[in-house]
């Protein structure tokens, strides 16, 4: 697509695509103000109140333009222009989190004041030098705006808040899959493991084995995350997320007490992957004490009757 160059923009353009784009921020506050909404009620006021001044500033810039060039607003826009500010479509950012929209508002206002700053000192025509200072002073007015409305919304109780609602949000789309993959990946994997370890007296034989039950369990939990919502309703998070985390931690579960074996005293692999399994049991114990609020005692004592559950499975049909 042939672009138009910033210094070839008549002041009627640069007004108007002034305009246009006074709008488009408007609307990218809006919609972070309706994403956050119901996680992040006072970021979103915050950003509520940053949409009506840019409609201020749109309506102020449509009386000037009226002044000068009457009615008729040429529909430019910073697509048309090289060099030219882009912004990340809204709806490419969803789930939205708290502060990739906080850096982008920022991002945002502080891009456009040196863009126009910059555009004014290249600028020989006295008028339109006038407009583009103009400009980069409100954007700058716009950044100091921000951080007073963060100030004023932002209360040390909406932060508490936010904060909590952040960690819940980050348990569903980040810990409970990791610890659901983890879990199946450490626990699923003994049997058929050690199973083998017992029937074959043989490290690399029972690496084999280990190997093909973790990678094979992380793709079926991957895709089994990844296909059982889309985090539209749930909250969730990406699927193909969720699906990733899932099927590495399920994989890496396995694989923690696979590489033992590849020690070739079969003795010492089984005494080392035995070792590997209780660390691995403790570590899903703590997480789940720590993120899921389960007492620890009793998230230990879950995990390990059914680590020891599974791993007898095992060592009776590999003894058998």
Do not use: C
Request: a negative charge; proline letters at 3%.
């Amino acid at each position: 697509m042939l672009k138009q160059r910033f210094k070839d923009l008549t002041e009627r353009e640069i007004l108007a695509l002034a305009i246009t784009s006074e709008e488009e921020d408007g609307r990218i506050y809006g919609e972070f103000a309706d994403a956050l909404r119901e996680s992040y009620p006072a970021t979103a006021e915050m950003f509520e109140e940053m949409r009506l001044e840019e409609a201020g500033h749109r309506d102020r810039l449509l009386v000037l333009f009226h002044q000068r060039f009457g009615d008729h607003i040429p529909p430019i826009r910073r697509e048309d222009v090289r060099g030219f500010l882009q912004r990340r479509p809204v709806w490419m950012m969803r789930p939205l989190g708290v502060k990739v929209a906080r850096r982008q508002a920022e991002v945002m206002e502080i891009e456009a004041s040196r863009y126009y700053s910059r555009a004014a000192s290249r600028t020989t025509d006295v008028r339109t030098r006038e407009l583009l200072n103009m400009l980069a002073d409100e954007e700058r007015k716009h950044t100091r705006m921000a951080s007073e409305y963060e100030e004023k919304h932002l209360t040390e109780k909406a932060l508490s808040e936010e904060e909590e609602s952040h960690r819940r949000l980050f348990v569903l789309q980040y810990v409970q899959p990791g610890l659901a993959g983890l879990m199946d990946g450490s626990v699923s994997t003994l049997a058929p493991l050690f199973a083998a370890a017992f029937a074959t007296q043989k490290s690399w034989d029972a690496f084999l084995v280990g190997m093909a039950a973790s990678l094979g369990a992380g793709i079926s939990m991957g895709f089994a995350e990844s296909l059982s919502d889309d985090g539209s309703l749930t909250g969730r998070g990406s699927p193909w997320i969720r699906g990733t985390v899932t099927g590495l931690m399920t994989t890496a579960g396995g694989l923690g007490h696979t590489l033992p074996f590849l020690i070739p005293q079969f003795r010492l692999a089984i005494i080392v992957a035995a070792a590997v399994v209780a660390v691995e049991l403790g570590a899903i114990s703590y997480i789940r004490h720590r993120y899921m609020d389960t007492p620890f005692l009793q998230a230990a004592f879950q995990v390990i009757v059914g680590g020891v559950l599974v791993f007898i499975t095992g060592w009776l049909i590999g003894s058998s």
